[in-house]
């Protein structure tokens, strides 16, 4: 995540006027409503009636019958059942769709460790799965499979003396090894078993018909699908497993514990069920088979019903178990792709049904004086605590005004106009004395600095840091500092340059996918701020198109400014402190390289992979990939990204997808191995005629767009 940077939350380091507007927040009143006495008396109103209301209702639905409710609540948790049943087995569409496609996009990830870990990316968190493995024609296999401490990469591939072996290794989730091998002698051949025949006869996708698998040597049935090349020659059978454990284990936490589930094909083999039940090993079974008194009396109440059909409401039925206890079962058909049908069975006990039902009286009753008691007791809380909250902000306001008021001069430097505001600080258009220099102001009081000595003391340490690494970098791509100082009210504050432009967030935002030409020249001058910061031993670790800010000075267009150096790693001596460690992660995710996402140390490779982000962001309008928080760490680490040109459907030279692929690289030591290396090969990238750029179309763009200085 970000680390907060001890100016402005409006812009955090963009100290630059982007638009010439002010973001002044407007001066509001408080509604009548929010007044102490209103709240205190509104809220254990709200809740009092709130209350009522519920209270009342659950009378009705008590007074209507236990019985009838638990139907209908049971009808609901049936039909929720079937969908989510219906959901697992579409789960195993998906995972073979997204093989099929790797396959098509990478035919060298075949017998590779590669190929290994993109199954068990497919695989992992999907408890329904138990394998999913590639077959080819020569008897070779390659799958991953559920394991009972987490994934395990399976191979089948024949010895010098061409018996086949089975090699077993556990995997952590990246796909690194996390156990011993294991290899032994292979109970099948791939070829010769139920899968590959109904893959093969059908030429395309299909559920094969209840079978005993050969490791486990328990029931269960697989999703299959040739792949043929362009030859009509036979190249591999993807399939995926469900056996009657990892069924069980899936539909068991569907039913919230509620009900039983028993899962069973059209001819009542029985693909999932209680453990109670469990059949034994080494055979199909079906329903009759079971020696359960109780799945004798479900099964007996169950022929009464007529066989359901797909996308009918379950059928329900009431009977009492061999101890007497009075039982609801239902009945519903689940379609596959394909044509086969399939019955989910849900099994409760009627008194767990009803008891909640039979408790709603009581509830409802006791509801009814507590809502009153949480009402009263909240109003007063919150009236208390509003009125607290409104003295601490007038004081506090009184305290900004000033503030505001004796922050107008620092040094030579004159404050004119606030361009922005945040909970921290405040940036300022100033303007020095003598000079009548334009430059933005970046303030920090004193207050938001920390509550105590220590916290003040420790951020006030960071603002000067930042101060010091911007100083220290002459490159024309790096926003410039003019000044810096702390008040004698504690205020911290640095003067930098004031730029007229956009950052490249906002230029596509509003523009769209630039030309290549744009996107080399801008990059270009990034990798030159970036060199320096990394010779000087800095690494920036933010780098994104926030951070990156297209403007123009004097007669110069397009000039890239490189912004935001707050989250930036000084490797230093040992023993010498630090106040951002290079093993914490901090950053934004969506430009985040692999190594900081798992916060390990990073060097200026890190930066290079989040240029290969933000360009391929400039050429599609959309990053590498999308997501959210742990979602998008993890597809850095272990996904493989689409070139732009894939992604955008833009014409872009190979040359330019290599090189961007080359920067999010996995590894940093395949990536470019400096900034300077990577601005060579950007200037070596070949650029159409419609796709080029100049200074003279630059003018001309921002005559277009941007005609006023701002």
Known sequence: MPEPSPGPAAGRDLVVARSGAEVAPPETRPAPLTSPLAVAIAIPLLVLVTGGA?????????????????????????????????????????????????????????????LARRLGALIRGRAELALLYVALPDGRLFGAAQGEDGLVLVRLRPGADGVLRR???????????????????AAFDPRERPFWYAATQARQRTWTAPYLFAKSNQPGVTLAEPLYGDDGALQAVIAVDFDIDSLGRALASESSGVADTVLMAGDRTLLAMPAAWRPPAGRLARADDLADPLAHALFDALSALPPPRPGEPPRQVRFHAPDGHACTASLAAIALPGGQVWQLVQLAESARLEGPTRALLGWGLALHA?????????GLWFASHLARTRRSAARQRERAEA???????????KLERR?????????????????????????????????????????????????????????RSTVELYDYGVAADGTCYYVMELLD????????????????????HLLGQACHS?????????????????????????????????????LAWERTAPGRARLTAPDVIQGTPAFMAPEQAQGWAVDGRADLYALGCVAFYLATGRPVFEGSGMDLLDAHIDSMPLPPSRRSGRDLPPEFDALVLMCLAKSPAERPPDARALAALLARVPVSPSERWSDALAAQWWQRNRPSAG
């Open 370 to 378: 507590a809502t009153l008691a949480l009402g009263t007791g909240a």
């Open 54 to 114: 519920i209270g009342t209702t659950a009378l009705v639905l008590a007074r209507r019958g236990a019985a009838e409710q638990a139907a209908a609540t049971f009808s609901v948790l049936a039909q929720s059942a079937a969908k989510d049943s219906a959901a697992l087995f579409a789960a195993g569409d998906e995972v073979l769709t997204a093989l099929r496609g790797q396959l098509a996009d990478r035919p060298d990830l075949v017998d590779d460790r590669v």
């Open 403 to 413: 503030a505001a008021g004796e922050a107008r001069s620092f040094g030579s430097w």
């Open 501 to 520: 432009g956009l950052d490249l967030a906002d230029l596509v935002d509003r523009h769209g996918p630039m030309p290549l030409g744009r996107i080399v």
């Open 419 to 475: 361009l922005g505001k945040g909970g921290m600080g405040e940036v300022w258009l100033a303007r020095h004395r003598l000079l009548a220099r334009p430059a933005a102001a970046k303030l920090v009081i004193a207050d938001a600095l920390g509550d105590g000595p220590a916290e003040r003391a420790e951020a006030a340490a960071r603002f000067e840091r930042e101060a010091r690494l911007l100083a220290s970098l002459r490159c």
């Open 167 to 185: 090699t077993d290794m556990p995997v952590d989730r990246h796909g690194l090894p996390s156990g011993e091998e294991v290899v032994t002698p």
């Open 530 to 566: 970036l060199a320096e910061a990394h010779e000087r031993g800095l690494v920036h670790r933010d780098i994104k198109p926030e951070n990156l800010f297209c403007c123009r000075r004097a007669h110069e267009t397009d000039l890239v400014k490189v912004l935001d150096f707050g």
